[in-house]
């Protein structure tokens, strides 16, 4: 089992900048790519951005693209999503999870974490 907790939401305001991060555990974390979700009310979970622990490969949704920065720190496991020029539409819970390849179908992931809100206020 690979373990994945999230850390780092709450509120900020439009224009602002935050940053989660996505703690793992587990002794084959390297065979993973970690991908990062948002489901907002009233809408489909949607992709958002995915690494491998090299940092060698990584995958933005169009409507992050240019704003987000996903990240690793393997000597402390994590994973980070650095968010700038934050908008109101990016209020949602986010999610971090693990699958063995690189994919923007949440259900080709085996692990996620319990999920971190932010709120992005005008």
């Known amino acids: 089992q690979v373990q994945l907790v999230e850390s780092g939401g709450g509120m900020v305001q439009a224009g602002g900048s935050r940053r989660l991060s996505c703690a793992a555990s587990g002794r084959t974390l390297t065979r993973y790519y970690i991908g990062w979700f948002r489901q907002a009310p009233g809408k489909d979970r949607e992709f958002v951005s995915t690494?491998?622990?090299?940092?060698?490969?990584?995958l933005y949704s169009d409507s992050v693209k240019g704003r987000f920065t996903i990240s690793t720190d393997n000597a402390k496991n994590t994973v980070y999503l650095q968010m700038n020029s934050l908008k109101p539409d990016d209020t949602a819970v986010y999610y971090c999870a693990a699958a063995l390849v690189p994919n923007t179908r949440g259900n080709v992931y085996n692990y996620w974490g319990q999920g971190t809100q932010v709120t992005v206020s005008s």
């Open positions: 690494i491998n622990w090299s940092g060698s490969h990584t």
